[in-house]
Each structure stands twice: as C-alpha cells, then as structure tokens.
C-alpha cells in the first residue's frame, strides 16, 4: 500500500502565505515526479506544480512567482509554498506521486493522489 499524507491547509486572508507538505509512505521503490493540483468548486482539477525527481519544476501560468514547490527524496515528502495568496487560489489542494512500488518483489509503476487539504483564501 502506499499512502500519500497532506497537510498544512487552512483558512488565510489575501496576501498571506500557507506551505503545505506531503509524505509519501508504503513500499515504494522509486518516486519519479511529486505535484500538487487543485480543484475549486464547479471546476476541474488542475495543475499547480509539478517537480521530478531530478529537481526540475513546472508552474501554473497562475502561480508562477508566488508559488514554489520542492522536495526531498530521501524522506518522499514534497511542500508548496505558497505566497501572495488571492481570492481565486481557494480550493481543495492534492499531492500527487508517479512512483514504483515493490508487488510481491517486482517494481510496479503507478500515479497516486493524497485525500486533498482544503485551502480557502478570504478576508
């Protein structure tokens, strides 16, 4: 099994800054690429960013310079750092992890998604 644990969400007025975490556990191999999406009511979910294992990150148009995603492989745990919140930055924030996990000996692929951390910006 493989679980991957969020948190830091909360409840922050504009211009604030929040920095969610997520630890990936369970028998895991390899973790290829770590992300965060996030989904707002009525809407689909959508990339934020995404950072592969070699440290090379990728931004929403809409967070680029307020946002900053990093990782360490060791531990399987990435952050999100998140500055300059606005109003249209409320939504449900998930970890996502492309990794290999050990099936009965074998490397196994697959893509998996946290429970998502609720992140609602208002004053």
């Known amino acids: 099994q493989v679980q991957l644990v969020e948190s830091g969400g909360g409840l922050v007025q504009p211009g604030g800054s929040l920095r969610l975490s997520c630890a990936a556990s369970?028998?895991?191999?390899?973790?290829?690429?770590m992300g965060w999406y996030r989904q707002a009511p009525g809407k689909q979910r959508e990339l934020v960013a995404t950072i592969t294992i070699g440290g090379t990150t990728n931004y929403a148009d809409s967070v680029k310079g307020r946002f900053t995603i990093s990782r360490d492989n060791a531990k399987g745990t990435v952050w999100l750092q998140m500055n300059s919140l606005k109003f249209e930055d409320t939504a449900v924030y998930y970890c996502?992890?492309?990794?290999?996990?050990?099936?009965?000996?074998?490397?196994?692929?697959?893509?998996?998604w946290g429970q998502g951390t609720q992140v609602t910006v208002s004053s």
């Open positions: 996502n992890a492309e990794l290999s996990r050990v099936v009965a000996g074998i490397p196994s692929p697959g893509d998996y």
């Open positions: 369970g028998s895991i191999s390899r973790i290829y690429a």
